[in-house]
Protein backbone atom coordinates (compact mmCIF):
# COMPACT_ATOMS: atom_id res chain seq x y z
CA UNK A 1 0.00 0.00 0.00
CA UNK A 2 1.32 3.55 -0.98
CA UNK A 3 -0.10 6.95 -0.34
CA UNK A 4 -4.29 7.36 -0.90
CA UNK A 5 -7.05 6.21 -0.98
CA UNK A 6 -10.84 7.45 -0.54
CA UNK A 7 -13.95 5.32 -0.56
CA UNK A 8 -16.44 7.58 -1.58
CA UNK A 9 -16.93 10.06 -4.19
CA UNK A 10 -18.77 13.56 -3.55
CA UNK A 11 -22.34 13.93 -4.05
CA UNK A 12 -23.90 17.40 -3.87
CA UNK A 13 -27.44 18.15 -3.30
CA UNK A 14 -28.74 15.11 -5.12
CA UNK A 15 -26.07 15.83 -8.18
CA UNK A 16 -24.09 13.42 -8.88
CA UNK A 17 -20.35 14.87 -9.45
CA UNK A 18 -17.79 13.06 -11.72
CA UNK A 19 -15.87 12.18 -8.65
CA UNK A 20 -18.94 9.88 -7.88
CA UNK A 21 -18.70 8.27 -11.06
CA UNK A 22 -15.01 7.72 -10.76
CA UNK A 23 -15.27 5.68 -7.94
CA UNK A 24 -17.95 3.82 -9.21
CA UNK A 25 -16.47 3.29 -12.29
CA UNK A 26 -15.68 -0.56 -13.91
CA UNK A 27 -12.30 1.35 -14.89
CA UNK A 28 -11.52 2.11 -11.58
CA UNK A 29 -8.72 -0.50 -10.73
CA UNK A 30 -6.80 0.70 -13.73
CA UNK A 31 -3.47 2.58 -12.79
CA UNK A 32 -4.07 6.16 -12.63
CA UNK A 33 -1.01 6.87 -14.27
CA UNK A 34 -1.69 4.73 -16.86
CA UNK A 35 -5.25 6.39 -17.48
CA UNK A 36 -3.84 10.21 -17.54
CA UNK A 37 -1.30 9.24 -19.89
CA UNK A 38 -4.19 7.29 -22.47
CA UNK A 39 -6.12 10.17 -22.19
CA UNK A 40 -3.53 12.61 -23.17
CA UNK A 41 -1.97 10.59 -26.08
CA UNK A 42 -5.51 10.35 -27.44
CA UNK A 43 -6.41 14.02 -27.03
CA UNK A 44 -3.24 14.57 -28.62
CA UNK A 45 -3.47 12.77 -31.93
CA UNK A 46 -7.21 13.89 -32.39
CA UNK A 47 -5.93 17.20 -32.37
CA UNK A 48 -2.93 16.96 -34.31
CA UNK A 49 -4.30 14.04 -36.61
CA UNK A 50 -6.73 17.19 -37.64
CA UNK A 51 -9.53 14.47 -39.22
CA UNK A 52 -13.16 14.47 -39.54
CA UNK A 53 -12.89 11.07 -39.00
CA UNK A 54 -10.76 10.45 -36.63
CA UNK A 55 -12.65 13.00 -34.30
CA UNK A 56 -15.74 10.73 -35.07
CA UNK A 57 -13.85 7.76 -34.28
CA UNK A 58 -12.79 9.29 -30.85
CA UNK A 59 -16.20 10.73 -30.07
CA UNK A 60 -17.96 7.60 -30.57
CA UNK A 61 -15.29 4.89 -29.05
CA UNK A 62 -14.36 6.93 -25.77
CA UNK A 63 -18.19 7.36 -25.51
CA UNK A 64 -18.60 3.93 -25.19
CA UNK A 65 -15.64 3.63 -22.96
CA UNK A 66 -17.20 6.20 -20.80
CA UNK A 67 -21.25 4.68 -21.25
CA UNK A 68 -20.23 1.18 -20.61
CA UNK A 69 -16.92 0.70 -19.08
CA UNK A 70 -16.74 3.99 -16.45
CA UNK A 71 -20.72 2.98 -15.91
CA UNK A 72 -22.27 6.42 -16.68
CA UNK A 73 -25.79 6.25 -17.70
CA UNK A 74 -26.00 7.49 -21.25
CA UNK A 75 -28.35 10.71 -20.09
CA UNK A 76 -26.18 12.23 -17.22
CA UNK A 77 -23.17 11.62 -20.11
CA UNK A 78 -24.95 14.01 -21.84
CA UNK A 79 -26.34 15.92 -19.70
CA UNK A 80 -21.91 15.88 -18.83
CA UNK A 81 -21.63 17.38 -22.51
CA UNK A 82 -24.33 20.08 -22.35
CA UNK A 83 -21.93 22.50 -20.71
CA UNK A 84 -19.16 21.91 -23.47
CA UNK A 85 -21.31 21.02 -26.28
CA UNK A 86 -22.92 24.90 -25.48
CA UNK A 87 -19.37 26.74 -25.56
CA UNK A 88 -18.31 24.91 -28.61
CA UNK A 89 -21.46 25.93 -30.53
CA UNK A 90 -21.23 29.27 -30.03
CA UNK A 91 -17.83 29.69 -30.59
CA UNK A 92 -18.00 27.58 -33.99
CA UNK A 93 -21.21 30.04 -35.25
CA UNK A 94 -18.54 33.11 -34.65
CA UNK A 95 -16.44 31.34 -37.08
CA UNK A 96 -18.89 30.02 -39.65
CA UNK A 97 -20.69 33.57 -39.61
CA UNK A 98 -19.06 36.73 -41.14
CA UNK A 99 -20.86 40.36 -41.59
CA UNK A 100 -20.63 42.52 -44.49
CA UNK A 101 -22.18 45.13 -46.04
CA UNK A 102 -22.12 43.95 -49.29
CA UNK A 103 -23.51 39.93 -50.55
CA UNK A 104 -21.20 38.15 -50.44
CA UNK A 105 -20.62 34.64 -49.11
CA UNK A 106 -22.30 31.33 -50.32
CA UNK A 107 -25.49 32.11 -48.41
CA UNK A 108 -26.12 35.18 -46.66
CA UNK A 109 -29.37 36.31 -44.77
CA UNK A 110 -30.18 40.61 -45.66
CA UNK A 111 -30.89 42.57 -41.71
CA UNK A 112 -31.34 45.75 -44.05
CA UNK A 113 -28.11 47.94 -43.32
CA UNK A 114 -26.07 44.37 -43.25
CA UNK A 115 -25.49 40.90 -44.24
CA UNK A 116 -24.95 37.66 -41.83
CA UNK A 117 -23.00 35.35 -44.76
CA UNK A 118 -21.97 31.57 -44.89
CA UNK A 119 -18.91 30.14 -46.96
CA UNK A 120 -18.64 26.41 -47.56
CA UNK A 121 -15.41 26.56 -46.32
CA UNK A 122 -16.04 28.51 -43.18
CA UNK A 123 -18.90 25.82 -42.21
CA UNK A 124 -16.49 23.24 -43.10
CA UNK A 125 -13.97 24.62 -40.68
CA UNK A 126 -16.75 25.18 -37.53
CA UNK A 127 -17.58 21.60 -38.38
CA UNK A 128 -14.31 19.79 -38.26
CA UNK A 129 -13.29 22.31 -34.98
CA UNK A 130 -16.36 21.49 -33.10
CA UNK A 131 -15.64 17.55 -33.97
CA UNK A 132 -11.74 17.78 -32.94
CA UNK A 133 -12.88 19.71 -29.59
CA UNK A 134 -15.96 16.93 -28.72
CA UNK A 135 -12.80 14.42 -29.50
CA UNK A 136 -10.68 15.91 -27.13
CA UNK A 137 -13.75 16.53 -24.39
CA UNK A 138 -14.87 13.01 -24.46
CA UNK A 139 -10.78 11.94 -24.37
CA UNK A 140 -10.63 14.46 -20.88
CA UNK A 141 -13.97 12.81 -19.69
CA UNK A 142 -12.46 9.59 -19.76
CA UNK A 143 -10.03 10.38 -17.30
CA UNK A 144 -12.47 12.33 -15.04
CA UNK A 145 -14.95 9.70 -15.01
CA UNK A 146 -12.30 6.81 -14.26
CA UNK A 147 -10.06 8.67 -12.41
CA UNK A 148 -10.48 10.18 -8.87
CA UNK A 149 -9.25 13.19 -8.43
CA UNK A 150 -7.26 12.11 -5.32
CA UNK A 151 -5.59 9.99 -7.81
CA UNK A 152 -4.81 12.52 -10.30
CA UNK A 153 -3.43 14.99 -7.55
CA UNK A 154 -1.06 11.32 -7.09
CA UNK A 155 -0.20 10.75 -10.43
CA UNK A 156 0.63 14.84 -10.46
CA UNK A 157 3.38 14.40 -7.69
CA UNK A 158 4.67 11.41 -9.34
CA UNK A 159 5.06 13.58 -12.81
CA UNK A 160 7.06 15.76 -10.14
CA UNK A 161 4.68 19.01 -10.75
CA UNK A 162 5.75 21.57 -8.37
CA UNK A 163 4.51 20.62 -4.64
CA UNK A 164 2.84 23.73 -4.21
CA UNK A 165 0.59 23.58 -7.17
CA UNK A 166 -0.38 20.43 -5.90
CA UNK A 167 -1.19 21.12 -2.77
CA UNK A 168 -3.61 24.01 -4.02
CA UNK A 169 -5.32 21.79 -6.34
CA UNK A 170 -5.87 19.53 -3.34
CA UNK A 171 -7.22 22.00 -1.17
CA UNK A 172 -9.31 23.79 -3.85
CA UNK A 173 -10.94 20.63 -4.48
CA UNK A 174 -11.99 20.08 -1.34
CA UNK A 175 -13.09 23.41 -0.69
CA UNK A 176 -16.05 23.74 -3.77
CA UNK A 177 -18.03 20.75 -2.27
CA UNK A 178 -17.88 22.56 1.32
CA UNK A 179 -18.88 26.07 -0.66
CA UNK A 180 -21.54 24.50 -2.80
CA UNK A 181 -23.10 22.65 0.37
CA UNK A 182 -23.07 26.51 2.55
CA UNK A 183 -24.27 27.66 -0.73
CA UNK A 184 -27.25 25.13 -1.47
CA UNK A 185 -28.18 25.46 2.37
CA UNK A 186 -28.74 29.79 1.81
CA UNK A 187 -30.62 29.43 -1.21
CA UNK A 188 -32.74 27.27 -0.27
CA UNK A 189 -33.43 29.43 3.03
CA UNK A 190 -33.92 31.96 0.76
CA UNK A 191 -36.41 30.33 -1.41
CA UNK A 192 -38.35 29.44 1.64
CA UNK A 193 -38.44 33.36 2.49
CA UNK A 194 -39.39 34.00 -0.81
CA UNK A 195 -36.28 34.94 -1.99
CA UNK A 196 -37.35 34.39 -5.21
CA UNK A 197 -40.10 35.56 -5.87
CA UNK A 198 -38.81 37.79 -8.89
CA UNK A 199 -36.43 38.98 -10.92
CA UNK A 200 -35.85 41.97 -8.42
CA UNK A 201 -35.83 40.11 -5.49
CA UNK A 202 -33.86 37.47 -7.15
CA UNK A 203 -30.76 39.75 -8.03
CA UNK A 204 -31.17 41.17 -4.40
CA UNK A 205 -30.76 37.64 -2.65
CA UNK A 206 -28.10 36.31 -5.14
CA UNK A 207 -26.11 39.40 -4.50
CA UNK A 208 -26.40 38.97 -0.82
CA UNK A 209 -25.94 35.20 -1.18
CA UNK A 210 -22.90 36.08 -2.54
CA UNK A 211 -21.19 38.43 -0.52
CA UNK A 212 -22.31 36.29 2.71
CA UNK A 213 -20.24 33.39 1.22
CA UNK A 214 -17.16 35.04 0.21
CA UNK A 215 -16.93 35.95 3.88
CA UNK A 216 -17.82 32.85 5.31
CA UNK A 217 -15.77 31.18 2.91
CA UNK A 218 -12.72 33.54 4.54
CA UNK A 219 -13.43 32.67 7.93
CA UNK A 220 -14.31 28.60 7.05
CA UNK A 221 -10.68 28.56 5.18
CA UNK A 222 -9.12 29.74 8.31
CA UNK A 223 -11.05 27.45 10.65
CA UNK A 224 -10.24 24.62 8.31
CA UNK A 225 -6.13 25.87 7.97
CA UNK A 226 -6.30 26.02 11.88
CA UNK A 227 -7.36 22.19 11.96
CA UNK A 228 -4.90 21.01 10.00
CA UNK A 229 -2.03 22.78 11.75
CA UNK A 230 -3.54 20.85 14.38
CA UNK A 231 -2.96 17.84 12.85
CA UNK A 232 0.78 18.28 12.23
CA UNK A 233 -0.16 19.44 8.44
CA UNK A 234 3.54 20.45 7.21
CA UNK A 235 2.79 21.22 3.85
CA UNK A 236 1.52 18.21 2.35
CA UNK A 237 -1.28 16.04 2.61
CA UNK A 238 -0.62 12.10 2.50
CA UNK A 239 -2.75 9.81 1.65
CA UNK A 240 -3.01 5.95 1.53
CA UNK A 241 -2.88 4.67 -2.13
CA UNK A 242 -3.12 1.16 -3.47
CA UNK A 243 -0.66 -0.11 -5.71
CA UNK A 244 -1.84 -0.81 -9.20
CA UNK A 245 0.03 -2.40 -11.52
CA UNK A 246 -0.08 -1.85 -15.73
CA UNK A 247 -0.52 -4.96 -17.23
CA UNK A 248 0.39 -6.14 -21.00
CA UNK A 249 -3.12 -6.14 -22.02
CA UNK A 250 -2.82 -2.31 -21.26
CA UNK A 251 -0.24 -1.45 -22.98
CA UNK A 252 -1.23 -3.84 -25.98
CA UNK A 253 -4.84 -2.53 -26.00
CA UNK A 254 -3.54 1.52 -26.03
CA UNK A 255 -1.49 0.94 -28.24
CA UNK A 256 -4.11 -0.69 -30.77
CA UNK A 257 -6.14 1.90 -30.06
CA UNK A 258 -3.86 4.17 -31.09
CA UNK A 259 -2.82 2.46 -34.37
CA UNK A 260 -6.53 2.03 -35.06
CA UNK A 261 -6.44 6.60 -35.13
CA UNK A 262 -3.48 6.15 -37.06
CA UNK A 263 -4.83 3.80 -39.68
CA UNK A 264 -8.21 6.03 -40.03
CA UNK A 265 -6.33 8.82 -40.65
CA UNK A 266 -4.68 7.73 -43.06
CA UNK A 267 -7.46 6.24 -44.87
CA UNK A 268 -9.22 9.63 -44.94
CA UNK A 269 -6.54 11.15 -46.93
Known amino acids: MKRH ?18 FQSGLREWNGGYKVLSALLILILCIALNDIWVSLTVIITVGMINVIGNKVPIRQY ?17 IAFGVSVKPIGDYRISLHWFYLYLNKTDIQKAVELFLKAMGAVSAMYFMALSTPASELISVLRKAHIPKVIVELM ?35 SFGKIAGNLFILSLKKADTYYDAMISRCYDGEILFLEEEKKVGWIHIVGMTGYLAVLVLVWFMGQ
Open 78 to 94: LELLKIPIAFLVLGCIA
Open 5 to 22: THKHGHHSHGVQTMDFYA
Open 170 to 204: NMIYRFIFILTEVQGRMKRAAVSRLGYADFRTSCN
